[in-house]
DNA sequence: ACGGCAAAAAATGAATGCAATATTGCCGTC
DNA sequence: GACGGCAATATTGCATTCATTTTTTGCCGT
């Protein structure tokens, strides 16, 4: 994978990461070969924006007309979606789009705080000094974003220096599967309307701090334990925000 | 005409594997229900248990014939296969068995990794007193089959006692994709004929009392690198076992 | 004997058809 | 007006069918 050249140009290297984490690579196979992978990707991102409520089924005939395909290639991307944990299927009564309750919710940030953690400890192992520079720049440049209370230039960079640290860490099925369930917490941000909230600005401008520190020291033991922690925190801030109760139920 | 037989006794090859782990809940929903949930659960043992080789092509009609269904349904399971990554789909020339190469299973491992270095930071938040209880006869349990050279048993144990780390850490989705994941190199232990080696037997001992101890402790950061590199260790060991490179590629 | 080409065969991918099941609308009763 | 039963309708799940594409086979020429 190319890593990107160490132009030091601080706020242009970021836009051209800008527009949507996009897709794992777990269906690069499947995504526009085929119809079935056409339509998959299609209605999971239909779903993940919001088109479908929580709850409600999902009309196989509309989708149909609407994607301009027979059901045989809607229902197998219904299966998939399934098994990715969008949609549930209910017997003989197809299948009704699976939101997330508070319970779920927490666990699938936990599951990425996982994810992270793991990320962080494998990054440590294989960072070049090169791809330091990039995080650093990236951090630097988010920075900035912070002192202007730039909010949403702030949010992309931050997105970007962990995606990057995920990247970095060099296990393609990690990669996968994080940006899959990343989809399924992405939902929820449409559907909530969920705006990144300046609370716990400064406190997690200050765990990214700790997190490039760590990296720097490819302490990987440390990093990993900051990232969850630091997915943690989000999650309280989340919750927070939402009026969910932060202990388990 | 109608046939629905919801049996679906082939009466060939299939075993009737009772035991397995068995099932994440992931598919709770697809499992018995239907019949492509039936074909899915039937057709991942099946290759699984490795009766089909790496990258030998799945044959559609073979298989029909053989779960007694027609293309549909088994079309639907392939689908789910592939996201979940045991076949490969490639376009207008069907699906084949995607084997595992030195790289992918080395990252496997890490995942797994990862998973059970979350599960044990997350049990030590939640394990009660009786479960700690529950997992410390397990480990004596699994310390008589030590002594006694029982690798059978101290296997069985083992699993055990990861089993339920996970599962005391109370988190649903995790379970579900711990589970998942492992069966993916489940079937490469079945296709290498991996039967647990000796090596490293007093070793990965050691390392067990400090899961249990950590547990104890409720120590969650440590128990939480510890199983990774209870893992690390373990995937050397593997490597080793099958003359693979253990430095990345 | 060997390699290349064309026709046949088989497989795939998707659409359609059909029986079984759920949902809706309607009506009568309380 | 609310409720429960019943027919009409829609939807689901799977089998079957159809159009392409791929693979194999058979043939010919060199």
């Keep these: 994978m190319t890593n990107i ?50 709850g409600a089924r999902v009309p196989e005939r509309e989708l149909c007309d609407l994607f301009g395909v027979s059901r045989t290639p809607l229902r197998e ?6 098994s990715e944990g969008f949609v549930e299927l209910l017997p003989n009564r197809g299948a009704r789009v699976k939101g997330l309750d508070a319970n779920e919710l927490r666990e699938l940030f936990d599951v990425m705080g996982g994810f992270e953690s793991l990320a962080g400890r494998l990054a ?24 202007r209370r730039e909010l949403d230039g702030y949010f992309r960079c931050n997105q970007a220096i962990h995606r990057r640290i995920v990247e ?4 393609k099925i990690l990669t996968a ?15 909530a309307n969920l705006d990144q909230h ?25 990093l990993s334990d900051i990232l969850f922690n630091h997915l943690r925190n989000k999650r309280y801030a989340v919750f927070e925000h939402l009026g969910f109760s932060n202990s388990a139920e």
Excluded at 168 to 171: F, H
Excluded at 198 to 222: F, N, P, T, V, Y
Aim: proline letters at 3%.
């Design 5 to 54: 050249q160490p132009s030091l140009k601080p706020a242009s290297g970021l836009s051209e990461r800008a527009p949507s984490p996009d897709a794992a690579d777990a269906e690069s196979s499947l995504a526009g070969q085929s119809l079935h992978g056409e339509v998959l990707c299609r209605l999971r991102d239909y779903i993940i924006e919001g088109h479908l409520k929580d």
């Design 77 to 82: 991307a219904l299966k998939v979606l399934a």
């Design 124 to 147: 440590c192992e294989n960072i070049s000094a090169d791809e330091i520079n990039e995080i650093e720049q990236i951090h630097y440049e988010m920075y900035g974003y912070y002192l």
């Design 168 to 171: 970095i860490a060099g296990n």
């Design 177 to 191: 599967t994080y940006f899959s369930f990343g989809n399924r917490i992405r939902r929820v941000r449409y559907i």
């Design 198 to 222: 300046h609370d716990r600005w400064s406190e997690a401008m200050r765990e990214h701090e700790a997190i490039l520190d760590a990296l720097r020291r490819k302490a990987g033991r440390e």
